[in-house]
Nanobody, 119 residues
């Protein structure tokens, strides 16, 4: 059974940085594409960034140039480095895993970590 645990969320001021981590277990991590999603109050969940098995990356336009996704297959972890945070980045951030295209539906989810950016 795939198990994903996020960490690293918190409350920061605009312009600050945070690094989210996701520890994965119960899967052959190197075979999975990994994604970071977020969901703000009253909004739909959106894909923020994704990284493939071959380390191809995808970023939503709203975070390009500010966020960086990376993976460490030796430690079964995926990270999301978030710089120059804005109040509109406030959301619950979820780690997700899938086999298949980086975008589209993901089947495996973590419990989420709250990121709050104050102005």
């Amino acid at each position: 059974q795939v198990h994903l645990v996020e960490s690293g969320g918190g409350v920061v001021q605009a312009g600050a940085s945070l690094r989210l981590s996701c520890a994965a277990s119960g899967l052959t991590f190197s075979m999975y594409n990994m994604g970071w999603f977020r969901q703000a109050p009253g909004k739909e969940r959106e894909l923020v960034a994704a990284i493939s098995r071959s380390v191809t990356t995808y970023y939503a336009d709203s975070v390009k140039g500010r966020f960086t996704i990376s993976r460490d297959n030796a430690k079964n972890t995926v990270h999301l480095q978030m710089n120059s945070l804005k109040p509109e980045d406030t959301a619950v951030y979820y780690c997700a895993a899938k086999i298949g295209p980086m975008t589209g539906d993901y089947r495996n989810w973590g419990q989420g970590t709250q990121v709050t950016v104050s102005s």
